[in-house]
């Protein structure tokens, strides 16, 4: 329950800066590994080892003789090994050098059969379980010589890697360096200096009951009165958010035609610029400006790239009193959680200013301009960020700029960046999938290439996806914001009694939570301002 809490005001933090605002590579493939053992099947279990570049990972097979395994390319060195229903070794193989390019491999490995080793022993009562900076392991513990291994693996894995090798008197560990997802299992194993390594065991699962949480909501804030907010202040827009684009998105309904995309699209007129392969989508443009054009051909179909866009915030330097903080009871909330900077937030916005301090800045990436230089030529980022870092002391950002100068982009690199925040782009690594990704926009305008991105991480990921519902006091939400997967957060203004929704606040069906906004009066103080 506390964790639960604690996540809940770490929402509210992302969406307390009052930027409630309007969203105003080539293909890839992974290589692949088939694993085979030759016939028949030696002992209870075989531990296949796999190292590459000092890593080191381990498969447990127990009955199955083969397994698909998706590798990075490189060169790996792989053995196995056989145990008995004892844990005691009872077979080897050799060790095979195996260099892996972008293609599958088949890997058939044969295990001689030796005379049983003595079983080495094995930790007792390991437990983990989550800590502010990540996963604390602890272990009742009697050995006084050799050493452990600790491995860990996340449960919708079947590889383990190896992370520490500690002394044999030690009897826990602090697990800091971990990304996204909902739940792990960790395991143990003891070296000596006499004999064979002993096995893999026991296992300690725990989850980050955080991401857990079954988010259902149906709230209609619509009900609340309005606190009127100065015309003055641009929060809003006559037009509302923007509808234009300037070029179009392709998506193929099925392989075979996204295998042939080059062809049909310059058959109908087109050339792509850009693709994202997970999506089966590319971004394209026309042949020739005069040339006739088709929007649609033998199992594609095209879409506008919609613009986006941020919004002025109202935030100011400094507040008379800062009513935000008070109102979502801070100092309580910090009893339960003060973030962790190892669960890194993603801000897909206009980047984060260079000299932004007082948190653990993650490598990004600027899709704007197609490189790392994530700096903030807008502000905006940086205002989201500064605000965030208020509310959250152990805070972790991963600044992803998708928005320009002018606080303007599209719905494409919106969907390339919410990927790689994800973990998830098809050639753009990230190391540290976030935890949470904010996104402080909007759009009137649905898109198929932003559904497919947000569901895709839905499905392949615990992230937690949290974007404003709108400034334009419509009763609807705006997208992605009222994608189901999302959670969308409107505004709310101080007022005497109860706080009242801020009537530039979009409200409806689709609103989820309402966080604290800026108003003339009492606008939000924001650290990351210059």
Not at 18 to 42: A, D, H
Not at 483 to 506: F, K, T
Request: aromatic letters at 10%; one cysteine or more; proline letters at 7%.
């Amino acid at each position: 329950m506390k964790r639960v809490l604690g996540f809940l005001v770490l929402i509210l933090a992302l969406f307390g800066s009052g930027c409630l605002g309007w969203l105003g590579v080539g293909p890839g493939r992974e290589p692949k590994l088939l694993l085979r053992l030759e016939e028949p099947f030696p002992g209870e279990t075989v531990e296949i080892f796999l190292r590459t570049e000092g890593q080191e990972y381990l498969l447990v097979l127990k009955e199955e003789r083969e397994q698909e395994l998706t590798l990075e390319a490189g060169l790996w060195k792989i053995e196995a090994q056989a145990r008995d229903s004892q844990g005691r070794l009872i077979g080897f193989s050799g060790e095979y050098p195996l260099h892996i390019e972008k293609k599958t491999h088949l890997l058939e490995l044969g295990i001689e059969l030796v005379d049983p080793r003595p079983a080495l022993p094995q930790a007792v009562d390991l437990q983990a379980r989550w800590e502010q900076e990540g996963v604390l392991l602890s272990w009742a513990n009697k050995e006084k010589q050799g050493q452990w291994e600790v491995w860990r693996r996340r449960l919708e894995s079947r590889l383990w890697k190896k992370i520490a090798v500690l002394p044999a008197e030690q009897a826990s560990f602090s697990d800091t360096a971990i990304s996204t997802g909902s739940a792990y299992e960790y395991a143990l194993r003891y070296l000596d200096e006499e004999s064979a390594p002993g096995p893999l065991g026991p296992e300690a699962a725990t989850s980050r009951g955080t991401l857990k949480i079954s988010w259902e909501f149906k709230h209609d804030y619509s009900f609340l009165p309005q606190e009127p907010a100065p015309r003055s202040l641009r929060i809003w827009s006559s037009l509302g958010p923007k509808s234009g684009f300037q070029d179009y998105i392709a998506y193929f309904q099925t392989e075979p035609a996204y295998e042939r995309r080059e062809d049909l699209l310059k058959e109908a007129g087109w050339k792509i610029k850009a693709e994202l392969t997970s999506l089966a989508a590319v971004l394209v443009e026309p042949l020739k400006k005069s040339a006739p054009l088709r929007l649609e051909g033998d199992g594609f179909y095209l879409e506008p790239n919609w613009e986006i866009a941020a919004e002025e915030a109202l935030l100011g330097l400094k507040s008379s009193f800062a009513w935000n903080l008070e109102l979502i009871k801070l100092p309580l909330a910090w009893e339960i959680s003060q973030g962790s900077r190892g669960l890194p937030i993603a801000l897909l916005d206009s980047g984060l200013d260079p000299n932004f301090s007082g948190a653990a800045v993650y490598p990004g990436y600027n899709f704007v301009q197609g490189n790392r230089d994530t700096a903030d030529d807008n502000g905006h980022g940086t205002q989201v960020a500064g605000i965030l870092k208020q509310v959250v002391p152990r805070l972790g950002i991963i600044p992803v700029k998708v928005l320009d100068e002018k606080g303007s982009g599209n719905v494409f690199d919106l969907a390339a960046g919410l990927l790689f925040a994800a973990g998830l782009h098809d050639q753009l690594y990230n190391p540290y999938p976030a935890a949470v990704i904010n996104l402080s926009l909007g759009q009137f305008n649905s898109s198929t290439i932003l559904r497919g991105a947000i569901r895709h991480i839905a499905e392949k990921t615990a992230a937690l996806l949290v974007a404003a519902a709108g400034n334009y006091d419509r009763p609807e939400v705006l997208y992605p914001a009222a994608y189901p997967e999302v959670i969308a957060v409107g505004a709310i203004a101080p007022a005497a009694g109860l706080p009242r929704r801020a009537d530039y606040s979009n409200f409806g069906s689709g609103l989820d939570l309402t966080a604290p906004g800026g108003s003339r009066e009492f606008p939000l103080e924001s650290p990351g301002l210059p």
